[in-house]
């Protein structure tokens, strides 16, 4: 019943930004925690930033560049991405879940996934 959608992946140059837009139905995201990670060629899938009720959470490889966001009338939730570096190449995935979590275990409904590239 939970779906969940990624856009806004693409190709940008180093230094360039990339805005991710996930819009979930089947769920209110406003009750929910949602994550955003990622997953890179032959890596395992880590993650990249939260938000919750209570507040937001950042990988330290991506703290001071990204932020995620929501808008609650819309359901939807954002991540803006500023200064990409080659090394955030993955394709990155929404997430929900029901509790603050760094770890993909408490999250029951997971999107298709997003390419995200950056050159150079």
């Known amino acids: 019943q939970v779906q969940l959608v990624e856009s806004g992946g693409g190709l940008v140059q180093a230094g360039g930004s990339l805005r991710l837009s996930c819009a979930a139905s089947g769920r209110t995201i406003s009750g929910y925690t949602m994550g955003w990670f990622r997953q890179a060629p032959g890596k395992e899938r880590e993650f990249v930033a939260s938000i919750t009720w209570s507040g937001t959470d950042y990988a330290d490889s991506v703290k001071g560049r990204f932020t995620i966001s929501s808008e609650n009338a819309k359901n939807t939730v954002f991540l803006e991405m500023n200064s990409l570096i080659p090394e955030d190449s993955a394709i990155y995935y929404c997430?929900?879940?029901?509790?603050?979590?760094?770890?993909?275990?408490?999250?029951?409904?997971w999107g298709q996934g997003t390419q995200v590239t950056v050159s150079s």
């Open positions: 997430a929900s879940g029901s509790k603050r979590s760094t770890t993909t275990r408490l999250y029951d409904a």
